[in-house]
């Protein structure tokens, strides 16, 4: 079992920048892809950003690209999401989550463990 905690999340104006911890225990994740996902109150859970268990193979969602950056240390057993800029449409519940796959990783079906959420929220 993995257990994943996200944190960071807090109130900002837009503009602003924020970076999310997610923090994993029980089991390593290093072997793990890791993700960022995101959902507003009515909307299906959202892509944001994934990386690779090496930390070469990243990939973001178009809404995000040049703003957000994804990074983990493995040594850590953590996954950062870096976000620049932001805007009113970034206001979420953001999610991290692990995965054994290696593909389909802009799609929350191929994910394996999830944490409970951090709320973001930009004001304008």
């Known amino acids: 079992q993995v257990q994943l905690v996200e944190s960071g999340g807090t109130l900002v104006q837009a503009g602003d920048s924020l970076r999310l911890s997610c923090a994993a225990s029980?089991?390593?994740?290093?072997?793990?892809?890791m993700g960022w996902f995101r959902q507003t109150s009515g909307k299906e859970r959202e892509f944001v950003a994934a990386?690779?268990?090496?930390?070469?193979?990243?990939n973001y969602a178009d809404s995000v690209k040049g703003r957000f950056a994804i990074s983990r240390d493995n040594a850590k057993n953590v996954v950062y999401l870096q976000m620049n800029n932001l805007k009113r449409e970034d206001s979420a519940i953001y999610y991290c989550?692990?995965?054994?796959?290696?593909?389909?990783?802009?799609?929350?079906?191929?994910?394996?463990?999830w944490g409970q959420g951090t709320q973001v929220t930009v004001s304008s």
């Open positions: 989550a692990a995965a054994r796959s290696r593909v389909g990783l802009t799609s929350f079906e191929n994910y394996d463990y």
């Open positions: 990386i690779g268990w090496t930390g070469s193979s990243k």
């Open positions: 029980g089991r390593t994740t290093i072997s793990f892809a």
